[in-house]
């Protein structure tokens, strides 16, 4: 058990075992001792599928912890060695573990959220539009947080949307890694089904979203399309863009704090949908 400025950290809890490989997450908890059941945020690192660390997430993790939330920090497996949907059914399940634990951690089952960056995006995305029906606990997240969100991983879309962009090459290869099949017409429903655009229903989790302007990686026209149609389906969401900002937070000063305005916001929204 860790501590972080009075917020306790308890690491690499083991929520899943598949095969050899065991699947940590790490708890951070609020300073003050809880009278009731707490909400909870699952967060999710970026990394293209492939790399990262739950660590990533800490300082978001800290600051979400010290509104009073419990905060599940989740390791996931990695492409290439792991296509998807190995990614999502890790995912899933440490929404399901935490549920199954709630009374040990005084959670409250009913008011888990997600936030999550780039391919942790797509992952808490997924989350807050399918559930795996064929689990006696639900994997749904009652609400949504994506930073730069993968929306439409087909590979036609991400190269129009990515032309002059330097990084398409590398884009390609991620995604190709990730679904570990080349796209055509007879993959075409599995890009779809590893895209959350293409799950979106009426009674889905609302959705607040952020998204660069002039991000290079991930298109802030993904966050347009899935706020499109999550609107059309008459789901709760809302975009943040935040202008001269790409995909990477080595920015100016002002760019920054325009971010952090904007995760301030989610904060709101996160309280909005789990603190009533």
Request: glycine content about 6%.
């Amino acid at each position: 058990m860790g501590c972080h400025r009075e917020v306790s950290v308890q690491q690499n809890i083991v929520y899943r075992q598949v095969g050899d490989t065991q699947l940590e997450l790490d708890l951070y908890f609020p300073p003050s001792k809880p009278k009731n059941p707490r909400p909870a945020v699952i967060v999710l690192h970026g990394g293209a599928w492939r790399h990262g660390d739950k660590g990533d997430m800490m300082e978001v993790a800290i600051k979400l912890a010290k509104r009073g939330y419990v905060v599940a920090s989740v390791g996931y497996r990695f492409a290439p060695a792991w296509p998807f949907p190995a990614q999502l059914e890790d995912v899933q399940a440490a929404v399901r573990w935490l549920r199954q634990h709630a009374k040990e951690y005084q959670i409250e089952p009913e008011k888990i959220g997600g936030l999550g960056a780039s391919a942790g995006a797509h992952l808490v995305a997924l989350l807050g539009l399918v559930d795996d029906e064929s689990q006696s606990v639900s994997s749904k997240v009652a609400c949504v947080v994506s930073l730069a969100v993968p929306a439409d991983l087909r590979l036609p879309t991400c190269r129009a949307e990515l032309a002059d962009s330097p990084e398409l090459e590398v884009v390609e290869q991620w995604l190709l890694d990730f679904i570990g099949h080349p796209y055509n017409a007879e993959t075409d429903q599995l890009w779809r089904a590893a895209s959350p655009l293409f799950h979106v229903r009426t009674g889905a989790a609302p959705f607040f979203m952020i998204h660069g302007a002039v991000d290079q990686v991930v298109s802030i026209k993904q966050s347009e399309a899935l706020l499109k149609a999550l609107k059309a389906n008459r789901v709760k969401v809302e975009l943040r863009p935040i202008p001269d900002l790409g995909h990477s937070l080595d920015v100016k000063p002002k760019v920054l704090y325009r971010f952090w305005q904007a995760i301030r916001a989610s904060f709101r929204f996160l309280d909005q949908h789990l603190k009533k």
